[in-house]
């Protein structure tokens, strides 16, 4: 088996059957479906704000970033430290504690952490589900102007 022991391999199975699986995969439902909403609302603005695929690549970056940030966290950060600094932060931040937290449950989290991250994730869905919604009421009747973030942020004054 190429370079491991069979005491490893032995091992390593005992690790993977240890996992605690029942609240993976009910963490797993809570954050999937509170990531998915979030970040649906955001792309529904930004759908709602322009008239092409051509006009939302301004938007795109800023959106993609945190999730790009959140696996690059998770792999570099969550593996070799899960309870660290960075590894905490990141699974508390609203856009990547479905990918962060996810990744350090395995570890054993303390519950307050996870309540604070899934409370803050819930905050958050409202918050950009009623920001989207008023860019929407705006950006549903300009049709034909290319937005700006300097528009955007005027339409959420309307």
Same mark, same amino acid.
């Given at each position: 088996i190429n370079g491991a022991s069979q005491p490893e391999i032995n091992q390593l199975v005992i690790d993977i059957l240890k996992l605690p699986y029942g609240s993976l995969i009910g963490f797993f439902v809570v954050y999937f479906l509170g990531g998915y909403f979030l970040y649906s609302a955001i792309y529904a603005a930004i759908g709602a704000a322009v008239d092409s695929e051509t006009d939302t690549q301004q938007f795109m970056f800023p959106i993609i970033l945190p999730l790009i940030l959140g696996i690059y966290v998770g792999f570099f950060s969550v593996v070799e430290n899960p309870h660290g600094t960075v590894s905490t932060i990141f699974s508390m931040?609203?856009?990547?504690? @479905?990918?962060?937290?996810?990744m350090r449950i395995p570890f054993?989290?303390?519950w307050w952490e996870i309540a604070i991250s899934i409370t803050l994730l819930?905050?958050?869905n409202f918050g950009v589900l009623w920001l989207s919604a008023k860019i929407y009421r705006v950006g549903i009747l300009m049709y034909g102007k290319? @937005?700006?973030?300097?528009?955007l942020y005027k339409w959420l004054k309307y």
């Open positions: 931040i609203p856009l990547t504690s @479905p990918i962060v937290m996810l054993g989290v303390p819930i905050a958050t290319k @937005p700006t973030y300097k528009e």
